[in-house]
């Protein structure tokens, strides 16, 4: 379905946008130690190994929509 090198740039994608929209104290804060791209669910995800104060263990963000040549993104 994803080539690696889809996966990759997706997850790379998930990634970035992790890092825009949350704070660094708090990404610090969850204590990641290991950062994988991989497949859930047939889609792409970026995993995250983590020992935080709430929460030790898996964590994942998966790709919600996949891209398509139509998704036009509008910055005003």
């Excluded at 998930?14 to 990641?32: C, D, N």
């Excluded at 792409?44 to 030790?56: E, Q």
């Amino acid at each position: 379905m994803y080539s690696t090198e889809e996966i990759n740039s997706i997850v790379a994608t998930i990634h970035e946008q992790l890092k825009a929209t949350t704070p660094i104290a708090v990404r610090w804060s969850w204590g990641i130690s290991k950062q994988q791209a991989t497949l859930y669910e047939d889609k792409p995800t970026l995993a995250l190994r983590v020992s935080g104060a709430l929460h030790k263990g898996g964590f994942s963000f998966p790709m919600i929509e996949p891209p398509t040549s139509t998704t036009l993104v509008s910055y005003r």
